[in-house]
């Protein structure tokens, strides 16, 4: 039995069709015997997958983790008013500080609470790491970590 842990922003409840495989994926896995945990961006919207129900027997098992990502809210949508105008050009400076390539990955971010619970999750003995994409940004991060535990499968898809 592999201890597997799944990365994909995208998993549900969150919304999007990059959840939808690795959702059936996991639920296969872990129905064949396999320890699955998975690792998603923190719902921030309240339009939720279609595919939740593939995902229902890992949250049951409260093996889903949501984390921050840390990425400002206001980038993802188009500002309206004064105030949200002045927070969106606060906010895009303040990526611009942050961020090394692309400012509009909202996974640009996530490695700051990413890595350090991947690493806690992996010190418990996971030994298959499995990142799945887009975004991309958080995929050269978990990568790093290969130096550190050379003998954790690393895939990135």
């Not at 923190?42 to 939740?52: D, F, G, M, V």
């Not at 971010?109 to 619970?117: A, D, Q, R, V, Y």
Request: glycine share 6%.
């Amino acid at each position: 039995m592999n201890k597997i842990l799944l990365v994909c922003y995208s998993f549900p409840p969150n919304p999007g069709v990059g959840g939808r495989r690795w959702a059936k994926f996991a639920k296969y896995l872990a129905k064949s015997g396999h320890s699955v945990e998975v690792i998603n961006a923190k719902l921030t919207t309240k339009e939720l997958s279609t595919w939740s129900k593939d995902a229902q027997l890992l949250h049951e098992k409260n093996h889903v983790h949501s984390l921050s990502t840390g990425y400002p809210e206001i980038i993802k949508k188009i500002p309206k008013t004064l105030f949200q105008k002045i927070q969106y050009r606060l906010s895009l400076e303040y990526l611009k500080l942050k961020v090394k390539g692309n400012l509009y990955d909202k996974s640009s971010l996530w490695h700051l609470n990413l890595i350090p619970f991947v690493q806690k999750k992996l010190n418990e003995g996971f030994d298959t790491i499995i990142c799945t994409a887009a975004p991309f940004h958080y995929l050269g991060e978990v990568a790093q970590l290969k130096v550190k535990f050379p003998s954790v499968n690393f895939i990135a898809e």
